[in-house]
Each structure stands twice: as structure tokens, then as C-alpha cells.
Nanobody
Framework: QVQLAESGGGLVQAGGSLRLSCAAS????????MGWFRQAPGKEREFVAA????????YYADSVKGRFTISRDNAKNTVYLQMNSLKPEDTAVYYC??????????????????WGQGTQVTVSS
């Protein structure tokens, strides 16, 4: 079992920055990949970023590449999402997720086993 808790969401103006955090507990954090997804009202949940168990490999959606950075601190059991140059279209509930299985694509939400409760990010124009 893995428990995940996001924090750091809020209201920010376009062009601003936020850093989301996701604290994990339960299974050994350093043994699985982590991902961030988001869901805007009326839209499907979409992939944002993912990071391998060691932090050595990262993945990004094209829409956030160059603006968002995913990182992890295995000593603190925490994964981060640094979001810069925010746009109104980044407004969504952001979820962190744990991928404890080796198989499956990091880009697909159905390959993640555990999810946090989500944190709201609102970007005003």
C-alpha cells in the first residue's frame, strides 16, 4: 500500500510559478516511478510528467515541456512538480500517482496503482 498526499496548489497569475509536492508513505518510495496528472473541468485526466524510481529519467507532456520540472527526493519520500510560466490552460486539479508495476507506459493513467486526492491549481489571465 502507498498513501499519497499533494500540497502546494493555489491561485497564481499567468506567468507565475508554483511548486507542487507529493509526500508518499507505505512501500519503499525509491522502488517505484511517480507521475503527475491533471484534470480540468469537463476534460479527461491527462499526463503531465513522470520520473523513474532513481530520478534519472524524466518524461513530460509536450504542453508543459520547458516550463515544468519533475524531481524527487527519495530521502524525504517526496516528488515535486515545479511549474513556471504558468498559463490559464494549466488550470486543473493536479494528482500525483505511484506506478509500482514495472510494466506499462508512464504516460497512461491506468498503469498507476495509487493516487493522491489532488490539489487545485488556478491560473488567472
Amino acid at each position: 500500500q502507498v498513501q499519497l498526499a499533494e500540497s502546494g496548489g493555489g491561485l497564481v497569475q499567468a506567468g507565475g510559478s508554483l511548486r507542487l509536492s507529493c509526500a508518499a508513505s507505505g512501500r519503499t518510495f525509491s522502488s517505484y516511478a511517480m507521475g503527475w496528472f491533471r484534470q480540468a473541468p469537463g476534460k479527461e485526466r491527462e499526463f503531465v510528467a513522470a520520473i523513474s524510481w532513481s530520478g534519472g529519467i524524466t518524461y513530460y507532456a509536450d504542453s508543459v515541456k520547458g516550463r515544468f520540472t519533475i524531481s524527487r527526493d527519495n530521502a524525504k519520500n517526496t516528488v515535486y512538480l515545479q511549474m513556471n510560466s504558468l498559463k490559464p490552460e494549466d488550470t486543473a486539479v493536479y494528482y500525483c500517482a505511484a506506478k509500482t508495476r514495472y510494466s506499462g507506459s508512464v504516460y497512461r493513467s491506468d498503469t498507476y496503482d495509487y493516487w493522491g486526492q489532488g490539489t487545485q491549481v488556478t491560473v488567472s489571465s
